[in-house]
């Protein structure tokens, strides 16, 4: 999941400004998932505002569903699905709403799949 950063400085009258990329969680590994529930693949705790960019791996058994929930369970923008081999960029999380959850369902086929977040 990634956000940005910026850092403002202020010496002797003149004033100096860097933005910054930083990347607020990277997670590629796998989960097994099912097709009649929502599994939980990984969480984060958002400073920043957010806008995940999940990639399902081109040699899964076939499409997922996510979605991101909060702290209290409740659902965070819409439900996406993605292809085999497909990258989507999730819904906005807004900066500084505690910890959210990304959850994934099999479409079709249980077992184990690789995924990439950004």
């Known amino acids: 999941m990634s956000g940005s950063q ?18 607020m969680i990277y997670w ?6 099912v097709t009649n529930a929502y599994s ?3 969480s984060s705790n958002n400073i920043f505002n957010d806008s995940p960019v999940v990639t399902n791996n081109a040699g899964n058994k ?6 991101i929930v909060n702290s209290n369970g409740a659902q965070v ?4 699905t993605i292809g085999k081999g497909k990258t989507v960029r999730l ?3 807004p900066w500084n709403s505690g910890t959210y959850t990304l959850k994934a369902m099999a479409v079709s086929s249980a077992g184990t799949y690789a995924i990439k977040i950004d």
């Open 77 to 80: 923008g819409s439900v996406k």
């Open 6 to 23: 910026s850092v403002n400085a202020t010496t002797d009258g003149e004033q100096a400004t860097q933005s910054t990329a930083t990347a």
């Open 62 to 67: 076939g499409a997922i569903k996510v979605k």
């Open 28 to 33: 590629s590994s796998t989960a097994y998932l």
């Open 40 to 42: 939980n693949v990984t």
């Open 91 to 93: 819904d906005s999380i």
